[in-house]
């Protein structure tokens, strides 16, 4: 519903002013003059700002945030930026500048993301900054005076809002102040510039003082004084006579003579002011004095030295323009359009000569009073008309757009009224009646934010312990939600929060951490306090909520501070007003169809005729009754109860994402009875409804209307592609308007959708009306609208890039924090994935004030087409999130994603990022035909295209988000083992080794045939190593013998036997057959039993290689090896033996019943015989390199052996050994 009486077309569309990043601030405090009266001179000093809100009160938000004057400039001789939004800050001291273009050139390198901060020593005096554009320098010039009265020039070019080094330059450069001879003596009122060499000074004793500069580039101004008395300077002025009425602004005195406006005529000639003692003059610039002088209201009485009978409030903004509109009324050569705040009313004038007192200028139309009808509008007696500006008709007065911003107490609204001059009297006084159209404050507003429905605040405990998530994610999810609340504004109302906690208990400690979790800390801080015992439940959800209900009182005060208006600008280039508030931007856009008929429902269901701005939705049948259809749908769902549309809503999600395998009839008659819809209609409701539809009769309706009605949501693409990029700026408002227009067309689709579950079982439809194919198109809308509300509403670590420009800018932010996931920068998820496409849709010329919509409805529109259905799209998000590493967020949206092949392979991907392995197997193993399925030949042997056999195709559904690299691409639809082969090593990639294994079975089971050898060889060495990964050692050991290729086999086989031995896994490895590679096996083991080093620690290889030898009767060569770790035992054992090792008395038994195995004549081994090269039968630390000896050793030698080693044994037990070391190993006493 409109908020106001009056129709409804427009809204605004609010952008925060928050700097593009930390840094991009640039604080510049700028120098005095020399002769400064305020002592010393301040010096100018430039800084970066890092922005740092979590210590900011309230007191200190609004120095920062909260702005006491703003407006907006356009520059109209260069491009970019054009747009700049100026406010002021810290009680006038700061001005604030940044550039708030829409969009800009594709061919632009750079940004303009740079804020300005110019610090004044003094405070800026009100209304005493103007801007102007210089004619052959590419920059904006600001002209200031302070309450030193001082006048500043200070030249910005361009690149000051595009590199934050331009503005390294010595400010004195572009900085330049003057001290006036005329500020010496008088105070400054308000401030004009004409351009950037002629500036207006209104003065306080009612005199205007021109200034003027030859050389753009010098702070040397010529002053010229318009006086309307003779004399000057007069002692009537330099000493007040007593009595003289004089009316305060601030600590200034103003005459009642002193122009409180003043602009020059289109011809330059002469110079226009509106005065305090409500009279409107024209100055003649060559003679410098009055001409004519007129009452506003056209009083004949004429102002003279007595008191006036009104005057104007000294802070009134607008009160003249000066149009210059083709066509002049009357014969007018321009207008001059006046407004008087004595009773409200406009005066348009007509200017035929300035300088004659008599007939030089008449009033338009007298016979009208131009009043607004403000009162009506917003229902009140006392109001203000702060500001107003004219949009000029294309070709004159017709089609001439008058805009208002209109006050009553703290209550500000805009209004519009579209108006002909030229009209005959009638046809005027009616549109200035009956046609003026609002602006809604738009959903951001405190006002509508009460009837959002994720606002906490609105609901009971009981309506919020009904919701799938707790009382504090409600409150995170609407705190949080992207662009309803600065971070700045929640710091400073945590803080305050936060304050008052320590008010009461000063032992809490200061939480730590990111916003959220501070929050979260102090509000649990606050529930728990002064609790003795346990809560239940309810009496903590109930305590839970109050305390989230006291933060967010203090959320929404600053958060109404911060929607104030503060004033009206209009940029005649592209027509469009735009809105400056405390501590937003808004843009005014028209609304779409849809929005104007829910804003304007009471208008259009009355009996009588809709308002004029209206009809033009009414102008063909068809378009009536798409009105009436959706307002009857409204009404209809509006009228069932809460419960019930709730659980309309959840079962339309069910139905969204549950892919139900049932009939479209069944579906309709599931949701129907589930949230038991038609129980709760009752017989008026019957009626309403039957009364509200566009037709006689029920049996009248038909699908079209439906179709009609969905079909107005949309946008089909107009005019040409244009070759721009989209600003930060621009992208923020698409998502603004987007994350407005989302919700809504869910209410209309809902509605429609409620209407048709309830007419399904009406038995009088007509045979053309199809509810089932209705009710398919409903719900494919919600299915596209749900992806897109959750991208709109999503935030990710990530930050893409929009255009050119800003591919620049996170190029320099990435390599200054090595990461982009680091960059100071947020975005949605909406920003990021489409952001770059905001130019790949068609706008046509000539768009105004419905731009934004236009542009959001079919940017939004042409993500879903008929050429990207629902699953390539959702494919392509998903894609990008896995791209960028979101699992997270990948993992929330992959409940979007239908149950098909493609898709399920994107779950598969997320499932394997967040750890879930079994599920991630599943998926892949459920999506293996259709993307590895290849696609069948001729029968002339050629292979068949992909598109032809509709096979699967990777271009067409990995097409944007490149989620394959291009060396795996060739790994689906080219077979399932070339998938299978990837989809392993995506585990791999994990460390997943017991799923690469089974991958690879799977992979080596599809290969048919010798062709794929390499394939086939690749399968079995990543086989083999996730099997040794994972002591899968069977499986190992099979894919080890499969290889064809000696020299892997090679590898692999010495692979597994140093595994399998570390593996304590010797039993096993014996038992494997090896075949042909058994004498491989025996090297490799005599090998191993060389290396070791320290037989007494570490794998006993010599005793495994016996054991695999006497496995193989190969009962010589085990006694071998035997004997050789004998030598060893030998060699490494000290000098003095430890009676009870019995290792060398038991290898030489193995060695002698090895040897028994054999005949007499075999019973023999050959050994190395090691010999010391001194001569010297010891081993010592540092004597490694030994002669080997070949020997023969039989088995009647090794028996005596065995019978000394027993013999020593004994003798040292019986302590029969020497003192002192001999020659031999050791000699028995």
């Known amino acids: 519903m409109a908020w106001s009486s009056g129709t409804c077309l427009y809204k605004e569309t609010r952008l925060n002013t928050e700097p593009a990043f930390p840094g991009s601030t640039i604080s510049i405090t700028l120098p005095t003059h020399d002769n400064s009266t305020f002592g010393t001179r301040t010096q100018g000093k430039r800084t970066i700002v890092t922005e740092q809100s979590s210590d900011r009160d309230e007191d200190a938000f609004a120095k920062r945030h909260l702005a006491n004057h703003g407006s907006m400039f356009f520059r109209t001789k260069h491009e970019y930026p054009r747009s700049f939004l100026w406010r002021l800050l810290d009680n006038r001291r700061t001005l604030q500048i940044q550039a708030v273009d829409l969009d800009h050139d594709l061919t632009h390198e750079l940004e303009a993301n740079v804020t300005i901060l110019l610090r004044f020593a003094s405070p800026i005096r009100p209304f005493c900054v103007a801007f102007a554009e210089p004619d052959g320098r590419d920059a904006v010039t600001v002209f200031a005076i302070t309450k030193a009265n001082e006048f500043y020039t200070i030249s910005l070019h361009r690149d000051f809002f595009l590199r934050p080094a331009a503005s390294e330059q010595e400010i004195s450069d572009w900085c330049k102040t003057t001290s006036l001879a005329q500020l010496s003596v008088y105070n400054p009122y308000r401030l004009f510039a004409h351009s950037n060499e002629e500036v207006l000074v209104s003065l306080d004793n009612s005199a205007l003082l021109l200034l003027k500069r030859s050389d753009k580039d010098e702070a040397l101004w010529d002053e010229i004084i318009f006086q309307g008395f003779a004399g000057w300077p007069s002692m009537r002025y330099l000493l007040s006579w007593r009595g003289e009425q004089k009316v305060k602004l601030e600590d200034m005195d103003l005459d009642l003579s002193a122009a409180c406006a003043a602009e020059f005529s289109p011809d330059g000639k002469h110079i226009w002011t509106v005065c305090l003692n409500h009279t409107l003059k024209a100055w003649n610039r060559t003679t410098g004095k009055p001409g004519m002088q007129v009452d506003l209201l056209g009083d004949p009485e004429q102002p003279g030295d007595k008191a006036p009978s009104y005057v104007i409030e000294p802070a009134q903004a607008s009160l003249m323009a000066v149009l210059n509109i083709p066509g002049g009324v009357d014969g007018a050569l321009y207008h001059v359009v006046t407004y008087s705040p004595k009773q409200h009313q406009f005066v348009f004038w007509g200017v035929r000569d300035a300088d004659a007192m008599d007939n030089g200028i008449h009033a338009l139309k007298t016979e009208i009073d131009f009043i607004p009808p403000v009162d009506e509008l917003m229902n009140t007696t006392a109001w203000t008309l702060s500001e107003f500006c004219f949009k000029p008709g294309p070709t004159g007065w017709r089609g001439t757009e008058l805009w208002i911003r209109a006050r009553s107490g703290p209550s500000s609204k805009v209004y519009m009224l579209r108006f002909d001059m030229n009209d005959n009297v009638a046809a005027l006084k009616n549109a200035w009646k009956n046609d003026w159209v609002s602006v809604d404050p738009g959903p951001l507003s405190v006002e509508q934010l009460r009837y959002n429905p994720a606002n906490p605040a609105e609901l009971g405990l009981d309506e919020l312990e009904s919701f799938d998530v707790d009382v504090t994610q409600r409150w995170l999810n609407f705190l949080f ?36 979790e501070r929050l979260c800390a102090t509000v649990s801080a606050f529930t728990s306090l002064g609790q ?50 405390n501590d937003y931007l808004s843009a005014i856009r028209l609304c779409s169809d849809p929005e104007k008929i829910a804003l304007n429902s009471d208008a259009l269901e009355s009996s009588h005729a809709a308002p004029a701005p209206l009809q033009r939705m009414l102008e063909s049948p068809e378009q009536r009754q798409v009105v009436r259809l959706l307002m009857s749908a409204a009404s209809f769902r509006r009228g069932l109860p809460e419960h019930v549309q709730a659980g309309l809503q959840r079962e339309v999600e069910h139905d969204i994402l549950q892919n139900r395998s049932l009939s479209i009839v069944d579906r309709m008659e599931l949701i129907e009875a589930n949230c038991n819809l038609t129980q709760h209609v009752s017989d008026d409701d019957v009626s309403a409804l039957v009364e509200g539809l566009p037709v006689q009769h029920v049996r009248e309706l038909n699908s079209d209307m439906f179709f009609r009605a969905i079909l107005s949501l949309g946008e089909e693409q107009q005019g040409r592609s244009m070759r721009r990029q989209i600003t930060r700026v621009g992208l923020n408002a698409l998502l603004t308007v987007s994350q407005e227009i989302l919700p809504f067309n869910k209410d209309v689709l809902l509605d429609l959708l409620s209407l048709i579950l309830f007419l399904q079982y009406e038995e009088d439809l007509p045979g053309d009306f199809d509810a089932p194919e209705v009710f398919v198109e409903i719900i494919n809308q919600l299915k596209d609208n749900t992806v897109l509300s959750w991208m709109a509403g999503t935030m990710w670590s990530n930050v893409a890039s929009w255009g050119p420009a800003s591919e620049t800018l996170l190029k320099s932010l990435s390599e200054a924090s090595k990461s982009r996931k680091q960059l100071p920068i947020t975005q949605t998820v909406l920003e990021g994935v489409l952001g770059h496409r905001s130019f790949d849709v068609q706008l046509p010329e000539g768009l105004h004030t419905d731009l934004l919509t236009y542009w959001s409805r079919v940017w939004l529109a042409h993500t879903f087409t008929e050429r990207q259905d629902f699953e390539t799209v959702v494919g392509d998000f998903m894609g990008i999130l896995l791209v960028q590493e979101e699992y997270g967020l990948a993992f929330q949206f992959s409940r979007y994603l239908p149950e098909n092949s493609w898709p399920t392979y994107l779950k598969g991907r997320t499932h394997l990022a967040h750890g879930e392995d079994d599920l991630a197997s599943i998926c892949f193993r459920k999506a293996a035909y259709n993307l590895g399925e290849q696609p069948p030949s001729s029968t002339h042997g050629r292979r068949l295209s992909k598109t032809a056999t509709r096979s699967f195709d990777l271009d067409d559904a990995d097409m944007k988000s490149s989620l394959i690299p291009p060396e795996q691409r060739d790994s689906f639809s080219e077979g399932l083992p070339r998938y299978y082969n990837h989809v392993l090593s995506l585990f791999e990639r994990y460390k997943s ?30 086989l083999f190593h996730a099997s040794i990964k994972t002591s899968r050692f069977d499986d190992a050991y099979s894919a080890m013998t499969r290889h064809t290729n000696a020299a892997r086999r090679s590898s692999a086989l010495q692979t597994l036997i140093t595994s399998m031995i570390s593996a304590s896994q010797t039993s096993k490895l014996l038992s494997y057959p090896f075949l042909s590679l058994t004498q491989e096996v025996d090297s490799i083991l005599l090998s ?88 010297k039968n010891k081993f010592e630390i540092g004597k490694a390199k030994m002669m080997l000896k070949r020997k023969v050793v039989t088995l009647d030698m090794l028996r005596k052996e065995y019978q000394a080693e027993l013999d020593r044994v004994e003798a040292i037990e019986e302590g029969r050994f020497p003192l002192i070391a001999a020659e031999d190993e050791m000699d028995i006493l």
């Open 532 to 581: 003795k015992g346990l809560l239940n439940h309810t009496e903590f959800q109930s305590t839970l909520a109050t305390q989230w209900q006291a933060f967010y009182s203090l959320v929404r005060d600053l958060h109404k501070r911060r929607g104030e208006h503060l004033a009206l600008a209009f940029d005649t280039k592209s027509g469009t007003p735009w809105l400056v508030l």
């Open 1088 to 1175: 191993l039993c060389y290396k070791t080093l320290n037989i007494s620690s570490g794998p006993p290889y010599h005793l495994i290689l016996y054991s695999f030898r006497i496995r193989r009767n190969d009962f010589r060569g085990a006694a071998s090896i035997l004997h050789d770790r004998l030598q060893r035992l030998k060699s490494s054992s000290s000098q003095v033996h430890d009676p009870r090792d019995e290792r060398m008395a038991q290898c030489y038994l193995m060695i002698i019943n090895t040897l028994e195995n054999v005949g007499k004549e075999d019973a023999y081994i050959l050994a190395d015989q090691r010999v010391d090269v001194g001569g």
């Open 993 to 1022: 080794y017991a799923y690469v294994v089974d991958f690879a079975h799977l992979g080596l089971q599809c290969l048919q045939g010798t062709e794929n050898e390499e394939l086939r060889t690749d399968l079995l060495t990543r």
């Open 481 to 516: 939600y992207p662009g309803r609340f600065t971070a700045a504004t929640l710091e400073a109302a945590l803080l305050v929060f936060r304050r008052g906690l320590e008010r009461v208990d000063s032992s809490q400690a200061k939480p730590k951490g990111s916003l959220k």
